[in-house]
């Protein structure tokens, strides 16, 4: 595989079997480089072990800064109905990370984080249409940060964040489900949540259990569907997060998005989005970014950086109903993008303007894969910035809708 996004490129070259020997699991072995990194990776997958409702997921990268592995056992909730749950993960991770500063490399540190998660949950099945589910465990999260043994830029070092806590959390999820066609993929049935969902979680970090420091730690989300697919549809969702450490909200961060579409006819149809992030006080190892692959198709990787941001994207899309050879639905689009980061970059300074660009693309999406991606082919025309932004941006990458 090949993508270019932000004027740069990513390639992938590897193996994948997604039902081995005939028994769904899922084998793939690949090598990949990009930006960030070169990977080595193998990776297994089995959503049924044995036969159950139980999957397991494996997988180890040798990169060129480091390495990963993780390891994840989950019975969760497959269905409505379903009345318990449970799980754990580890995931162990060792890499050298970038800060940026106006699409630039500015400075860099060494991140090694130990990451595990054990849970239960528990369900009275759909009363009135509403599904209720409790949940309770132990994290242990440790960051440890270090500075890059032969470094190539100033180095800018997080502190470290030894976390150890026991949560409890609770999910609403409502029985209102709508399928509809040509929304977000091209000549497939798609399934939209139009009911309300909600989750929190509640989580107490402290000395006593392994931790650096008290915090109380909490995390929610909430969506809900408005209208009719066939006309008009408004999805909303919010989410919300912080650490609350002697009594100041550290790591806080509000994320909204919303989706509109319009269809306009069987091969037509309008689509806008918003999404917005405000953040307080976050940590330095998470910056908010914005450019060519965080809402901004016309302008380099990771342009601006800050703890907020602002984007608002518009879609006029096209169906056509061609299928080549029966192997790929083509679809088309005109689209214009405007938003900006603003606040606190740890990286440095830079200049933020509001930002704008425009644009037309090609849509493919193939049928003889087992993963639902949608190909993008965009030639995106930046309208402001600096003088470094070359005068075209042409991307290509798979995505999981239009």
Not at 159 to 172: N, Q
Not at 180 to 192: A, K, L, V, Y
Not at 346 to 357: H, Q, S, V
């Amino acid at each position: 595989s090949f993508s270019r996004a932000g004027g740069e490129d990513k390639w992938k070259v590897g193996m994948e079997d997604s039902n081995l020997f005939g028994r769904g699991q899922l084998l793939n072995v690949s090598y990949a480089d990009d930006i960030d990194r070169r990977s080595r990776s193998i990776q297994f997958a089995d959503n049924h072990l044995g036969d159950s409702w139980v999957s397991l997921t494996a997988e180890y990268s040798d990169n060129s800064d480091g390495n990963t592995s993780a390891v994840s056992i989950v019975r969760p909730f497959y269905a409505l109905d379903t009345r318990w749950a449970a799980g754990g993960s580890v995931y162990i991770d060792d890499r050298e990370s970038t800060l940026y500063v106006s699409g630039n490399s500015a400075s860099e540190y060494r991140h090694e984080r130990d990451y595990a998660s054990f849970w239960a949950g528990w369900s009275r099945g759909v009363r009135d249409s509403l599904a209720r589910r409790w949940t309770a465990g132990l994290v242990r999260d440790i960051n440890h940060f270090s500075d890059v043994a032969n470094p190539s830029l100033p180095s800018v070092t997080p502190a470290d964040r030894e976390l150890v806590y026991p949560f409890i959390g609770f999910e609403l999820v409502e029985d209102q489900y709508e399928t509809s066609r040509n929304h977000d993929q091209i000549g497939r049935t798609e399934d939209f949540l139009m009911g309300r969902r909600a989750t929190a979680s509640l989580g107490w970090a402290s000395d006593a259990l392994g931790s650096d420091r008290d915090a109380l730690i909490l995390s929610a989300s909430a969506s809900r569907g408005f209208g009719d697919l066939e006309g008009r549809a408004l999805l909303l969702a919010l989410q919300a997060g912080t650490r609350l450490e002697s009594g100041h909200a550290r790591n806080a961060e509000i994320t909204v998005n919303a989706r509109f579409y319009h269809r306009q006819s069987e091969k037509r149809l309008f689509f806008a989005s918003l999404d917005g992030t405000a953040g307080h006080a976050l940590d330095v190892d998470n910056p908010v970014y914005l450019g060519g692959k965080t809402g901004l198709r016309g302008y380099p990787l990771r342009y601006q950086a800050g703890d907020s941001r602002f984007v608002v994207s518009i879609e006029q899309r096209f169906f056509t109903g061609w299928y080549p050879f029966r192997l790929v639905h083509v679809g088309a689009a005109v689209f214009a993008d405007f938003g900006r980061a603003w606040g606190v970059n740890p990286a440095g300074t830079e200049a933020r303007e509001w930002l704008t660009d425009v644009g037309f693309g090609l849509r493919l999406a193939p049928t003889r894969f087992s993963h639902r991606k949608v190909f993008h082919l965009d030639f995106a025309f930046p309208l402001n910035g600096d003088d470094s932004i070359d005068s075209l941006q042409i991307s290509f990458r798979a995505k999981r809708s239009f």
